[in-house]
């Protein structure tokens, strides 16, 4: 990296901070090249990539011939892999497609079928009393389902959040809060003109998002427009847990995927999400018609569910686009690489796009040969944030190493003050609350930080004066 009247120069500028550009980040991180992160928001996976319904997917459902079939049912083995070597909480739950209507009990052999040319073959037909017999607390009606075992649940923030790390750790540069705002080419590069000032590249890597197409637009493209598609969901309370042992799956229409009840990495149910096409790429907000879709549709899907807890309920927008499939091109002309209309899969999908996006830099002359592995640090351990395992405040070996790890500070969450220290000593610390929440869970409980909130801002403003005071010395 060097600096002149063009800014901060690079090799290579991966615009985004999400699943898919921290994992594009990570890969090259892994070569020689001098990489970028320019990511608008103040943290990591602080965009789309944080809001979604956290399935790890076997891609079984995905249209077959398609790049996303392809990438997906790669990125399930990739992930899955990852997840083991890191410590990325995955539960392996499975799901199951259930059908109420007869139109919909006639359409489960045909997605028997797609996910047999998808390459899993492990799908079954079930009758109504084997459905039962999984999730007795299924309301009535049920006709019959579809199996899918391999389906499980993952924690999408610590995904995000590993892959920025280890791209962090391999000498990437993380520049947050740089909002592109326009771009200009000069010779064979591209100064990318941001709120923070001028950043170069030799090649431009678009993983923005929700923005993608307005960076493609500043590169003189118009290949597709991001509509923002928002999807509501209510979690509820830990005591809901036994209700929804796997995950239970609409049977698709031509109005998208429908509406899920399945459990989460953190011990919760997850009811959701609706499909909200809007104008707004900013509209994270939930609404009342929202609300009142999720009551309908949870009152027949699992009556009892509904008189549970509410323990929160939140939104988040995917891109979606007009095609149907992901919008991944090369301009080796302009030496711009674009990974677009990416939706919700792009959880699972995130490392095999990656891996995919680094053979078409091949292809296209960029030295993406891997540095020796002996000069690559190790990955990183993430926090195991899951319910499924042993947590900090239950390791009495932990404990009577560092006390700090038997001091609760979150009572609902069960989080300790170990755990909120070592997330501040991270590669990427937090800058406010979402962020320690998305690394500790803090504050993520029934109490939603009622009870511990006015601490937990105070030990986030230590944090902050005391990094003032470390970069002051």
């Known amino acids: 990296m060097s600096t002149n009247e063009h800014g901060r120069t690079f090799d290579v500028v991966v615009i985004g901070g999400g699943i898919v550009g921290a994992a594009m980040a990570r890969e090259l991180g892994a070569t020689s090249l001098d990489v970028a992160i320019l990511e608008a928001r103040g943290d990591v996976g602080d965009g789309t990539s944080k809001a979604n319904t956290a399935i790890l997917h076997t891609g079984f459902d995905a249209k077959p011939g398609t790049l996303e079939s392809r990438l997906v049912a790669r990125g399930y083995d990739l992930l899955g ?13 499975g799901a199951i497609l259930v059908a109420w209507t007869l139109e919909e009990l006639a359409a489960l052999p045909s997605l028997k079928e797609k996910a047999e040319q998808n390459g899993y073959d492990r799908c079954q ?42 791209a962090v750790d391999r000498g990437v540069t993380l520049l947050t809060s740089h909002r592109v705002e326009g771009l200009e080419r000069y010779g064979r590069r591209t100064r990318l003109m941001t709120d923070q000032g001028p950043v170069t590249a030799t090649w431009v890597i678009n993983a923005a998002g929700l923005g993608a197409d ?25 005591q809901s847990r036994p209700k929804v042992p796997k995950i239970v799956l609409p049977v698709p229409s031509s109005k998208g995927k429908g509406v899920l009840v399945s459990p989460t990495i953190y011990g919760n149910v997850m009811l959701g999400p609706t499909a909200e096409d809007l104008h707004d790429r900013t509209a994270t907000g939930t609404s009342e018609d929202g609300f009142a879709f999720l009551l309908e549709k949870g009152g027949r899907l699992m009556p009892t569910l509904l008189d549970e807890e509410v323990t929160a309920s939140y939104a988040g927008l995917r891109a979606a686009t007009e095609h149907g499939d992901y919008v991944i091109e090369l301009d080796a002309e302009q030496q711009y690489l674009l990974l677009g209309g990416i939706r919700s899969t792009g959880l699972t999908a995130g ?20 540095r020796p592995e002996s000069s690559l640090p190790e990955p990183p351990l993430m926090p195991h944030i899951g319910e499924a395992g042993a947590r900090p405040y239950q390791d009495d070996e932990l404990i009577a190493a560092d006390p700090a ?49 006015a601490n937990v801002q105070a030990l986030l403003d230590s944090a902050g004066t005391s990094t003032e005071t470390e970069a002051a010395r």
């Open 81 to 93: 892999a990852y997840a083991e070597q890191v410590g990325i909480p995955v539960e392996r739950t």
């Open 125 to 166: 037909i079930i009758d109504a009393d084997a459905v039962y017999a999984e999730v007795p607390d299924l309301g009535k009606g049920v006709l019959g389902g579809l199996t899918v075992p391999g389906e499980s649940i993952i924690c999408t923030w610590t995904t995000n959040l590993a892959l920025a790390t280890e």
């Open 214 to 238: 307005w960076i493609d637009e500043m590169f003189g493209h118009h290949r597709f427009t991001v509509t923002p598609r928002r999807g509501e969901l209510f979690v509820f309370d830990k």
């Open 351 to 370: 490392m095999a796009i990656a891996e995919h996006a680094m053979g078409l830099l091949a292809d296209a002359g960029v030295d993406v040969t891997p």
């Open 405 to 453: 790890y038997g001091e609760i500070v979150c009572f609902c969450e069960r989080v300790t003050r170990g755990e909120v220290r070592d997330a501040f000593c991270s590669s990427i610390p937090p800058t406010d609350l979402d962020g320690l929440r998305r690394r500790t869970r803090i504050m993520n409980g029934r109490c939603q930080g009622f009870f511990c909130g």
